[in-house]
């Protein structure tokens, strides 16, 4: 279906690119997704354009580019992060690395007297989130500098005569104060408000699986029990019928403790009957002494269309008849590096090279491929599930595999004692690397890089400066934990060594009883509503041979581009230390205080 009132979306590469097209259609606008390659018919069909964030610097040979004359368009356009500096680069402005790079939270100082048409409703003082390592330094012609940060002098810009905006934050997280409210305002310069809603997403995706799915085909669905997967169950037996999708969930041995059980009781009344096939003993053989993460998600990948064959021919289905389907969302696709100019963050057990060549045959089904979390949530509700549900915690697809931390990573004694010298201007606290890395993202790129341990006795809201500027000022970091267990340890004094780890039956039981530890006391405590996610990490750390260390990273979001932690109260995350430090060979707990950007969610 073709609209007449659609923002373009052009993507540079970014992280966010398909997040800002999401808020566009949750705020009442159809959007579209464009290349930065487009003949300039594209872009002179669109209500308007925004020019998304990127991984590169728009002063690099070879970063992608904009034609001159797509600015020159009689169309609003808005830059955001890569966008902005390309915007003032290309209309003779001046970018150049930035003094102070900004990951994280900054606050707004409005810096004009005169009204701005995007900053309607600003007074100042609003909390942004910024991610960049360059800066506009001087502005072409007709600009207007609006609003400020401490390390951004040309946070807002404006050429209100042409319509033209350019902002260096993200106003389409979260984490950002009035960031919908600033799209808002684009969306109103447009001329576009209220011409969109996720029902009508819901009606057209219908059509389209009616129209993209051949008649004689059905669909080979992979149900984790998540709610990607189990909305992707409802939509296609909605618009095909029942007798077309399989519901098929493999046991990989890296499920949580009794998962199985639970998800056949609790599907089975929402109309979705699974076929449980057990693969674990092929998992555990094909990851014997496996470490580096992405090996262990590619084999995981590939292993899920093995699994997928050997339970075809279980169930006597023949391979002609079926497409494979999966309850893939849009950050599975963009941290895989599924744009043109995208970085890879991490391959996702759905996007791996196999399941790559199956999709350009048109053999794969992904019916929320372009939504995030949040959209999906809604979409169970429309299609009748009910809200403990469409809530649950998310689950990764590769299961415990990407929670277990197997990689050894030696500590480089110059950024040790970059740490050291950061926490020698600060009172009360002792760091140390552990000898790990973790996956992360700064500026859009994928990073892999040392984790910090602090102690100390500080405020959440002092954890979390603290950390911010640890990631923000030393490059080689990208993650920071407090050590919360044994209290009377301090990180300086910790005795801890890599220990090695299998991706075997026994360190999977061992994590499964510490992630069922933990969902008990949240269950218990009520925390679990309050809690986005709370993913249970296994580092091969310890003091003694065959020691264990548990990462705790609850975090908040909404759509899984951005987190922030969960400061979680000290009476319950004692109880769960203290729970944590009486299971065997586990002797010390960390509490992950990173937020998104610059680590990911999962560790790995």
Excluded at 246 to 259: S, Y
Excluded at 402 to 412: A, F, G, L, T, Y
Excluded at 468 to 479: C, F, L, P, Y
């Amino acid at each position: 279906m073709k609209h007449k009132d659609v923002i373009g979306v052009i993507d540079f590469g970014g992280q966010y690119a398909h997040l800002i097209a999401s808020r566009i259609r949750r705020l009442g606008a159809y959007s579209e997704i464009l290349s930065n390659e487009e003949p300039l018919e594209a872009y002179q069909k669109m209500s308007g354009l925004i020019l998304s964030g990127g991984p590169e610097s728009v002063y690099e040979a070879g970063s992608p580019q904009i034609q001159s004359k797509v600015l020159d368009l009689p169309i609003p356009i808005l830059g955001i992060c890569y966008g902005h500096q390309l915007m003032m680069k290309v209309l003779g402005g001046e970018v150049k690395k930035a003094g102070t790079a900004e990951y994280g939270h900054a606050s707004l100082d409005i810096s004009h007297n005169g009204k701005s048409l995007l900053l309607e409703g600003f007074k100042g003082g609003e909390t942004v989130w910024m991610s960049h390592a360059d800066e506009v330094v001087s502005l072409p012609s007709g600009f207007v500098p609006m609003a400020s940060s401490t390390d951004c002098k040309f946070a807002v810009v404006e050429n209100a005569a042409s319509r033209k905006f350019a902002i260096q934050f993200h106003p389409e997280v979260t984490h950002t104060e009035k960031g919908n409210e600033l799209l808002k305002n684009f969306i109103r310069i447009c001329g576009v408000s209220n011409t969109w809603d996720l029902k009508q997403f819901l009606e057209l995706k219908g059509i389209e699986l009616k129209k993209t799915v051949p008649s004689d085909k059905k669909i080979f669905l992979l149900v984790s029990g998540g709610v990607d997967s189990t909305v992707s169950y409802l939509l296609l037996t909605q618009a095909l019928g029942k007798e077309r999708v399989k519901g098929v969930l493999i046991d990989t041995g890296f499920m949580r403790k009794d998962e199985v059980a639970h998800l056949e009781k609790n599907l089975a009344p929402h109309g979705i009957h699974l076929h449980v096939h057990d693969s674990s003993q092929l998992f555990y053989e094909s990851l014997k002494g496996k470490t580096d993460p992405e090996e262990k998600r590619k084999i995981v990948g590939n292993l899920f269309l093995k699994a997928q064959e050997n339970c075809a021919k279980e169930l006597n289905l023949n391979s002609e008849e079926w497409l494979l389907g999966q309850g893939t969302i849009y950050p599975d696709t963009i941290e895989s590096g599924g744009t043109k100019h995208s970085h890879t963050i991490k391959t996702h057990h759905n996007r791996v090279e196999a399941i790559q060549k199956l999709m350009e045959k048109g053999l794969v089904v992904e019916p929320i491929k372009d939504l995030y979390k949040d959209e999906v949530r809604e979409l169970g509700n429309f299609l009748g599930l009910p809200e403990e549900w469409t809530q649950r915690h998310p689950f990764p697809g590769p299961g415990l595999v990407v929670r277990m931390i197997c990689q050894e990573k030696k500590i480089d004694p110059s950024v040790e004692k970059e740490l050291q010298q950061f926490v020698g201007q600060k009172s009360g606290i002792s760091a140390k690397l552990l000898p790990v890395a973790s996956v992360g993202v700064k500026g859009d790129q994928r990073s892999y890089a040392f984790c910090a341990v602090l102690s100390g006795k500080k405020s959440w809201e002092e954890w979390n400066r603290i950390s911010t500027e640890i990631t923000n000022r030393i490059s080689a970091v990208n993650r920071v934990v407090v050590l919360v267990g044994p209290k009377e340890v301090s990180a300086q004094d910790l005795e801890i060594s890599f220990q090695k780890l299998d991706l075997d039956k026994a360190n999977s039981d061992l994590l499964r009883e510490a992630d069922f530890v933990v969902e008990n006391i949240l269950q218990k405590t009520g925390l679990t509503a309050n809690i986005w996610q709370m993913p249970i990490v296994l580092l091969p750390l310890g003091k003694t041979p065959n020691g264990r260390s548990i990462v705790l990273r609850p975090v908040n979001s909404q759509e899984a581009m951005t987190a922030s932690f969960y400061p979680m109260e000290e009476k319950i995350l004692r109880e769960i230390t203290d729970s944590l430090l009486s299971i065997s060979k586990i002797e010390y707990v960390f509490y992950d205080i990173t937020n998104k950007p610059p680590g990911t969610i999962e560790w790995e």
